[in-house]
């Protein structure tokens, strides 16, 4: 195993800079439940009702007396998981205007385990944070140093005995690294001529005894890397070294740093990356071996023998910080414990982290689930990756092989189309797809290549009436003529057909240029790896005649739309995907499709403005919904009736149908992707899900790589890449799904990521072992039928959308 060496930090390696999202207290992705405070005034001041920019209730959380300079009320907020939180944001009441109350200033306590509770302090030791000056404005703060938590408290302070009221936001990221705590000597002080240099970590949240900080988090995983002088620093009013934590040989009075690193829960270890001073000229140089014991729980014996990871230190001649990256070799831990050894007299880190996971293998072993086999590890992982690697090189050399079969007798025919490198380039993604797969779950995919290869029939799970109806005369399984297509909007891939002129929908005419300033910017929605999404709103659409109107628009009355923006420092790549993206969704006009209205193209930024409904996505309302039951309204929940949610799907099924008249692959259908215009109830296809923040945890992150929304893709997106109208009746099945449940949680919400893709290789395999979404409490046995069709084995025999939304339309509505 190689030590690598880098003067770039590698992709995972942690960056706070992207870690500045809402967490939902506004947008009520936080539910109520978790929300909790130690008293309120009325039950229209209780601890729900303080949410940022929300006015139910009384607009506020109000504690039940008056604050007091002491602070002891406080509003909580349960996260469930470690989250990195980089700033807060909090405002009065100000209920229309009829509020007065509001904290001048408040503390904030923060728990990792619900036990533990730690005041927040600034870098100068000040616990107290600046709050507002008025009822209705929203002050946010800067969290420096940031907060890995998953509980927070916000005490409102008063320098008078006085009635307060709070509305709060957390800002953040789950904290993937899942370190809760780690143990380390304490830091030295270096002098120099002149001056002091503290090495200390002083933000550290833990406990000191005799020399030692243990029990807390601090400087080595903020996300803030050292620059190349120690002394300089990127903070501003701090003291020279505080970038670093750094040891004395000297003063440690031995050769090694011991530093154990404590974790939520068991992971697989791959990396660890550590981020090193290495200015020789005055005795730093980074540790020259490293030493790693693994501890998969803190009642059991740590691993031996220990690991042992020299650095060659003939390759650190330039005196410039670096990190270094260890491969642990997959080992599984819940504790690390960690030798570093000196090099020279010192020796000063600014950041540790860690590329690990919580592996399927591992933890169907520790916490397997009913319905999921239980995997064992009977051979080793290198006779695997070998299996693995000697498999994908049969796979390319048999898919290059078939192509160029193909490619021949198309010429030979005389109907060669060019695509040949798309072809090629599309199996060798594939391929590769696969062999992620098997460097990140060798077990699994070894089960997967001894599996039968070939597609077998599905077991007869059900029996519905044919839906190979003869209304539609497009393949079922299309895949010619389509290539990738990077999506502004985020990460999304859409598989793109080559429209023709003459197909159904496939107006080629230019669209308008819009000015750019009509359009009044209002929020942003998301943002992806190319450019961004804002909402926007036109206050006189009439003044533009040449704006494509989606529907009527009264007089008065302002337009919402969606803004695509491609960032000005695009790829020439992305540029040209961008101009591609908007000449195929000019294309797409249909009532259940949301429609391009117009371009801004003449300069940069490169723009794209489609319509947006009023009532946002159709996750986020029907969440907020109960469904109608038959003896009437409970409580003040609004609530919406089974015909409804048939009439809504019906609508889905009307555009996925156009679609597929098209050959146009969605890839992500889901209700985050499906947006509402109220009480019309007018739903409209769109693709905004996977650039909004709030919809991170419906996707899965491959290696930093590709983001799959895996619980709604069929098995063969999941371990073949392939993509095609059958598998978007397989997301039209989820999605009915979902809102049958009234998207009150995530489908396989009981299984883990690793889990669900595990569960697509047990529909490869068709043994009975895989697992469905079960039947939602208001779906009658006929349209969940409907459902196990579209999640059918063989993707020959799915139905397609013609039949889903004949059936929506004629016969749903009879079940009742």
Not at 47 to 73: I, M, N, Q, Y
Not at 575 to 585: A, H, S, T
Not at 725 to 745: K, N, Y
Request: charged content about 20%; aromatic content about 10%; overall charge negative.
């Amino acid at each position: 195993m190689a030590v690598v060496f880098s003067s770039e930090e590698h992709e995972w390696h942690f960056n706070p800079a992207q870690c500045r999202y809402a967490l939902g207290m506004e947008d009520g992705t936080i539910p109520d439940s978790d929300i909790t405070a130690s008293s309120a005034w009325s039950d229209s001041t209780e601890a729900k009702h303080g949410r940022l920019s929300t006015g139910e209730g009384d607009g506020a959380w109000c504690p039940a007396g008056a604050v007091f300079p002491s602070g002891s009320e406080y509003l909580q907020v349960d996260l469930h998981k470690l989250h990195f939180l980089a700033l807060v944001g909090t405002q009065g009441r100000h209920a229309d205007g009829h509020g007065q109350e509001f904290a001048r200033s408040y503390r904030l306590r923060y728990s990792r385990d619900g036990v533990k509770w730690i005041t927040w302090k600034d870098r100068w030791g000040q616990e107290v944070v600046s709050g507002n000056e008025n009822t209705y404005d929203i002050v946010l703060k800067d969290l420096g140093p940031p907060i890995v938590a998953r509980m927070v408290r916000f005490y409102p302070l008063a320098d008078r005995v006085m009635s307060v009221c709070l509305r709060v936001e957390l800002y953040g990221c789950l904290w993937n690294d899942g370190l809760k705590a780690y143990t380390a000597p304490v830091g030295h002080v270096m002098q120099l001529p002149g001056m002091s240099v503290y090495l200390n970590d002083s933000t550290y949240d833990g406990s000191t005894e005799q020399g030692m900080q243990f029990g807390g988090l601090g400087q080595l995983c903020d996300g803030v890397l050292g620059g190349d002088d120690f002394i300089q620093t990127k903070e501003l009013r701090v003291w020279p070294g505080y970038d670093y934590l750094g040891w004395s040989r000297e003063a440690l009075g031995q050769g090694s740093v011991d530093i154990e690193f404590h974790f939520e829960k068991l992971r697989v270890f791959h990396h660890m990356q550590v981020h090193s001073n290495n200015r020789h000229t005055q005795g730093v140089r980074v540790f020259s071996k490293v030493e790693c014991l693994f501890k998969p729980g803190l009642l059991q014996p740590w691993s031996s023998p220990a690991l042992t990871l020299p650095v060659p230190l003939e390759d650190l001649k330039d005196p410039s910080s670096r990190p270094i990256s260890l491969p642990l070799g997959g080992q599984p831990a819940q504790i690390l414990r960690c030798k570093f050894y000196f090099a020279d007299r010192w020796l000063l880190i600014s950041e540790i982290s860690f590329l690990s996971g919580r592996d399927s293998l591992v933890f169907s072993a520790v916490t397997p689930r009913a319905g999921l086999p239980v995997a064992k590890d009977d051979s080793s992982n290198t006779a695997i990756l070998i299996g693995c690697l000697v498999g994908i090189i049969l796979l390319l050399l048999a898919v290059i092989a078939v192509i160029l079969w193909r490619q021949y007798w198309k010429k030979i025919l005389g109907k060669v189309s060019g695509h040949t490198d798309v072809y090629l380039g599309q199996f060798i993604h594939e391929a590769f797809v696969l062999l992620t797969k098997c460097l990140e779950h060798p077990q699994a995919f070894l089960r997967f290549l001894e599996a039968e290869g070939e597609y077998q029939e599905p077991s007869a799970l059900l029996r519905p009436r044919d839906h190979r109806d003869s209304t539609s005369n497009v393949p079922h399984y299309a895949e010619a003529d389509i290539v990738s297509l990077q999506g502004v909007s985020g990460n999304n891939t859409y598989a793109v057909p080559a429209l023709a002129s003459s197909s159904p929908g496939a107006d080629s005419a230019p669209l308008p240029e819009l000015p750019r300033q009509c359009l009044i910017f209002k929020e942003k929605l998301g943002e992806g790896q190319f450019g961004e999404v804002h909402l926007c709103e036109i206050e006189n659409p009439q003044d533009l005649p040449n704006l494509e109107f989606p529907f009527n628009v009264r007089k008065g009355r302002p337009l919402l739309v969606a803004v695509k923006i491609l960032r000005p420092d695009a790829s020439k790549n992305a540029r040209n995907d961008f101009l591609k993206e908007v000449k195929i969704l000019s294309r797409l006009k249909d009532p259940n499709i949301i429609r391009l209205l117009g371009v801004c193209v003449s300069s940069d930024p490169l723009c794209m403005v489609t319509e947006y409904m009023e009532c946002g996505d159709l996750n986020q309302y029907l969440s907020h919904r109960a469904l109608l039951d038959k003896t009437g309204p409970s409580h003040n929940t609004p609530t919406i009736s089974y015909p409804a949610l048939i009439s809504m799907a019906s609508q889905i099924a009307s555009g996925m149908k156009f679609l597929s008249s098209l050959n146009f692959v969605h890839r992500d259908l889901a209700t985050r992707n499906c947006l509402d215009r109220g009480g019309e109830r007018h739903i409209k296809i769109a693709d905004f899900g996977m650039s909004r923040n709030l919809y991170a945890g419906d996707y899965y992150r491959i290696q930093g790589r590709a983001v799959l929304p895996i619980r709604w893709m069929a098995w063969e997106c999941i371990l073949m890449g392939k993509f095609t109208t059958a598998s978007d009746v397989w997301a039209f099945g989820v999605t009915l799904w979902e809102m049958l449940s009234v998207c009150q949680e995530q489908p396989y919400s009981n299984l883990t990521d690793e889990q669900v893709i595990d569960n697509a290789g047990e529909f490869f395999r068709d043994q009975g072992r895989q697992v469905y979404l079960s039947r939602p409490a208001v779906c009658p046995q006929g349209l969940y039928e409907l459902m196990l069709s579209c999640w059918k084995r063989d993707c020959k025999v799915r139905p397609s959308f013609a039949y889903i939304h004949s059936f929506l339309t004629e016969d749903a509505m009879n079940m009742v």
